[in-house]
């Protein structure tokens, strides 16, 4: 069974930077585009930034420029390198495979707040 377990998240203030990880497991790695997706509280999962098996990335429009997504297939880990982070990029961050399956993990809280 997969398993993905986020880290990396915490508060900072805004203009701050974050480095997020995810560890997979159950799933030759390698072979899977990765993404990230957030959760703002009262609102729905969203994406967030692509990483295919290739290594060609994509990413929403609100994050671009200011996120980059990598991937270590040696390490199964999946990063993503926050910049320039403001409110609106206080959510529940979520890796999983693109088309994603279950179980979800159990994401990792960012929080942007003065």
């Known amino acids: 069974q997969v398993q993905f377990v986020e880290s990396g998240g915490g508060l900072v203030q805004p203009g701050g930077s974050l480095r997020l990880s995810c560890a997979v497991s159950g799933i030759l790695f390698r072979w899977f585009s990765m993404d990230w997706y957030r959760q703002a509280p009262g609102k729905q999962r969203e994406f967030v930034a692509q990483?295919?098996?290739?290594?060609?990335?994509n990413y929403a429009d609100s994050v671009k420029g200011r996120f980059t997504i990598s991937r270590d297939n040696a390490k199964k880990t999946l990063y993503l390198q926050m910049n320039s982070l403001n409110p609106e990029d206080t959510a529940v961050y979520y890796c999983n495979t693109f088309p994603p399956r279950d179980p979800w993990g159990q994401g990792t809280q960012v929080t942007v707040s003065s």
């Open positions: 990483v295919t098996s290739a290594e060609a990335v």
